[in-house]
Structures are given as C-alpha cells and as structure tokens.
C-alpha cells in the first residue's frame, strides 16, 4: 500500500505561482507513477499530470502544458519514500480547485486526501 501526503495548497492572486508536494511512502513507491489530478465542486477529477516511476517520462493535461512542471524525487539512501512537485506557475482562476496526488501501478490506484488552491482575480 502507497500512503500520499500533499502540502502546499494555499491562497494565490492571478498571475501567481505555487508549488505542490506530495510525500509518497510504502514498499513499491519506486515502481509506482506519481500524477496529480484536480477537481472542482460538480465535476469530475481530472488528469493534470504525471511522471513516470524513473521520472524520465512525464504527461500533462493541455491545460498544463507551458505552465506547470512536474517533478519526482527519490529519496536517498530510502527506497520506501518518493516526493512528487509540481511547480503551477500562470496561475488563472480556472486553476482553482483541490488537487490530489495519485499512485499509479498498472490497475492499483492511490490517492491523498487533497490540497486546495484557490486563485483569486
């Protein structure tokens, strides 16, 4: 089992960046595809990114494209925890939402309980 743990949600004016963590522990973590996805009240979650478990592959949603870049970390001398970022610059209002981290393992799917970001006009 893959536990995720997100920080680094918050409050941004429009034009404005933040960057998202997503601490990822358990046995496989390094086998797993770390993403984040996102959503708004009424609508489903949607696909924002992610990055393969090696991170020499990575995907984005179109909206992403150009403005947000995600990132993986293996922790050294740890083989249990990985860290996931993503960097969201151009912050528009349509970026607001709660984002969840996700780890992915062919069907095997996890996810963190989410971190909101807002983003103000």
């Known amino acids: 089992q893959i536990q995720l743990e997100e920080s680094g949600g918050g409050l941004v004016q429009s034009g404005g960046s933040l960057r998202l963590s997503c601490r990822a522990s358990g046995r496989s973590v390094g086998s797993y595809v770390l993403g984040w996805y996102r959503q708004t009240p009424g609508a489903e979650r949607e696909f924002v990114a992610d990055i393969s478990h090696r991170g020499t592959t990575t995907n984005y949603a179109d909206s992403a494209k150009g403005r947000f870049t995600i990132s993986r970390n293996h922790t050294t001398g740890d083989s249990t925890k990985n860290t996931v970022y993503l960097q969201m610059n151009s912050l528009t209002v349509e970026d607001t939402a709660v984002y969840y981290c996700?780890?992915?393992?062919?069907?095997?799917?996890?996810w963190g309980q989410g971190t909101q970001v807002t983003v103000s006009s």
């Open positions: 996700n780890s992915k393992f062919k069907y095997v799917n996890y």
